[in-house]
T-cell receptor, first 108, second 115 residues
Framework: RKEVEQDPGPFNVPEGATVAFNCTYS??????FFWYRQDCRKEPKLLMS???SGNEDGRFTAQLNRASQYISLLIRDSKLSDSATYLC?????????FGSGTRLSIRP | NAGVTQTPKFQVLKTGQSMTLQCAQD?????MYWYRQDPGMGLRLIYY???????DKGEVPNGYNVSRLNKREFSLRLESAAPSQTSVYFC??????????????FGSGTQLSVL
């Protein structure tokens, strides 16, 4: 079993839609959680960190449920520019593990 | 401000050849990482170095060796390349000292093809 699992998608949604991604992790010792965005096999870029209390950055909301070992990302009012692969990332003791990514395509 | 510099950008090898991918960071980061990414997949951790002088295996270490030459440099060596090692390789670094310091800074990647 992979340590970090994501629905691979692809998700194909119209502009303006709300889309949600889920991620589960297997190591209960995991300390930190992130969402990264990757465009066309370029290097991934940090989208946002995920905190236990949940956090929001503009149209993006991230949630963490430590009891269920589950992370989510919600994108509201999606834009064409949101088309990318979204990677769930979990870390513990300097080890940083990526999920396999969820591909999102926004159509006009 | 270079950040993470990774060389080469492209490489073609024949099966059985060896090569070393070089990575250097100028941000005084403690931790460095090597990942590989195959088509349709996320990044898989090959090896990492939590601090100068230490290295640890990641998810897919077989067929690779690493050297943390100093705090700046972390190299990845393929001793006998195999077609299964055809991939895009990313080097990354992180301060890693707490939740606010774990952002990964990536190099631009190496496209490696093994024929």
């Amino acid at each position: 079993r992979k340590e970090v699992e994501q629905d691979p998608g692809p998700f194909n949604v119209p502009e303006g839609a709300t889309v949600a991604f889920n991620c589960t992790y297997s190591n209960s010792a995991s300390q930190s959680f992130f969402w990264y965005r990757q465009d066309c096999r370029k290097e991934p870029k940090l989208l946002m960190s995920v905190y236990s209390s949940g956090n929001e950055d503009g149209r993006f909301t991230a949630q963490l449920n430590r009891a269920s070992q589950y992370i989510s990302l919600l994108i509201r009012d999606s834009k064409l520019s949101d088309s990318a692969t979204y990677l769930c990332v979990v870390s513990w003791a300097s080890k940083i593990i990526f999920g396999s990514g969820t591909r999102l395509s926004i159509r006009p | 401000n270079a950040g993470v510099t990774q060389t080469p950008k492209f490489q073609v090898l024949k099966t059985g050849q060896s090569m070393t991918l070089q990575c250097a960071q100028d941000m005084n980061h403690n931790s460095m990482y090597w990942y590989r990414q195959d088509p349709g997949m996320g990044l898989r951790l090959i090896y990492y170095s939590a601090s100068e002088g230490t290295t640890d295996k990641g998810e897919v270490p077989n067929g690779y060796n690493v050297s943390r030459l100093n705090k700046r440099e972390f190299s990845l060596r393929l001793e006998s390349a195999a077609p299964s090692q055809t991939s895009v390789y990313f080097c990354a670094s992180s301060e890693f000292g707490g939740p606010t310091n774990e952002k990964l800074f990536f190099g631009s990647g190496t496209q490696l093809s093994v024929l």
